[in-house]
C-alpha cells in the first residue's frame, strides 16, 4: 500500500509557477504516479501522469507545454512543476497511485488510481 501527502500549493498570480510535491511511503517505485486536479462543482480531471520507470509521460491537452511531472525513487517523491500559471488552473490537486504495478505505458485513467493524497489547493489569481 501507499500512502501520499501533497505539499507546495498556494495562491499565485497569472503567469507565475508553482511546484508541487508528492511525497510518498510504501513501495512508490513500483507503481505509475498521477496528478489530477478539482474545480468548485465540477469532476475530478485527469493532469499529468508518469509510468513507474519515468518512461513514459502524459499531459491533459491544456497543461502541455506549462506543466511538467517528474519522479524521484530514491527519495519516493513526484514533482508537478507548473508554469504560466492561469485562473483556470485554480483547483484543488491530488497526488494519486495506480492500482497496478509494472503498468507501462502510464494510464490516464482516474479509475485506474486507487491510492490518493488529501488534496492540496492552487490558487491563480488574474
Known amino acids: 500500500q501507499v500512502q501520499l501527502v501533497e505539499s507546495g500549493g498556494g495562491l499565485v498570480q497569472a503567469g507565475g509557477s508553482l511546484r508541487l510535491s508528492c511525497a510518498a511511503s510504501?513501495?512508490?517505485?513500483?507503481?505509475?504516479m498521477g496528478w489530477f486536479r478539482q474545480a468548485p462543482g465540477k469532476e475530478r480531471d485527469f493532469v499529468a501522469a508518469i509510468s513507474w520507470t519515468a518512461g513514459s509521460v502524459y499531459y491533459t491537452d491544456s497543461v502541455k507545454g506549462r506543466f511538467t511531472i517528474s519522479r524521484d525513487n530514491a527519495k519516493k517523491t513526484v514533482v508537478l512543476q507548473m508554469n504560466n500559471l492561469k485562473p483556470e488552473d485554480t483547483a484543488v490537486y491530488y497526488c494519486?497511485?495506480?492500482?497496478?504495478?509494472?503498468?507501462?505505458?502510464?494510464?490516464?485513467?482516474?479509475?485506474?488510481?486507487?491510492?490518493w493524497g488529501q488534496g492540496i489547493q492552487v490558487t491563480v489569481s488574474s
Open positions: 510504501g513501495p512508490f517505485h513500483l507503481y505509475g
Open positions: 494519486a497511485a495506480d492500482r497496478l504495478q509494472f503498468r507501462n505505458p502510464a494510464t490516464t485513467r482516474k479509475d485506474d488510481y486507487v491510492y
